[in-house]
């Protein structure tokens, strides 16, 4: 895939898929002449897809589609929270970018705001706390900005 051809694959996705996601986020791009703020993928060529495994035909035959998230030869879905943990930050409005992926760290609760209940990990950078929400089979993670008064200890 392309740099930067997810939202066209998303589009085409959707034709196919029961449901399709692509979350997002604001990112400054400097130029020597410009600065500018784009949109870019959380998860640069990945898209999300729900879909039934014995109907994949259709959607390996999209173009730029170079596999299905499987662990050898069976399907590998994301878990659900997993997914609904990304949809709530990505809706969330708070500042959200992409994050090195942690397996190990403080495991958290949000007690209030828009992500509360949900887990993750917390992570403190210039002074500034962040939620960190992982995404297992991908190894790849995501930061949200957080005030440090809605976090509590995981149970």
């Known amino acids: 895939m392309r740099d930067h051809h997810e939202t066209v694959l998303a589009?085409?996705?959707a034709n196919c898929c029961n449901e399709t996601f692509l979350p997002l986020y604001r990112s400054r791009r400097v130029w020597s002449?410009?600065?500018r703020e784009i949109e870019a993928p959380l998860f640069a060529h990945y898209v999300f897809c729900r879909f039934h495994f014995r109907e994949r035909v259709p959607i390996l035959r999209v173009p730029g589609v170079y596999a299905i998230l499987s662990l050898g030869k069976d399907p590998s879905p994301i878990p659900d929270d997993e997914i609904d943990g990304l949809r709530a930050a990505a809706?969330?409005?708070l500042p959200c970018r992409p994050w090195p992926f942690l397996s190990a760290g403080a495991k958290?609760?949000?007690r209030r705001g828009p992500l509360r209940s949900l887990t993750g990990i917390v992570v403190e950078e210039k002074g500034r706390?962040?939620?960190v929400l992982s995404i297992q089979m991908l190894h790849r993670s995501v930061a949200v900005e957080v005030d440090r008064e809605d976090v509590e200890p995981a149970k």
């Open 11 to 13: 589009a085409h996705l």
């Open 33 to 35: 002449d410009r600065i």
């Open 91 to 93: 809706a969330s409005g």
């Open 108 to 110: 958290v609760m949000m």
């Open 129 to 131: 706390w962040r939620l």
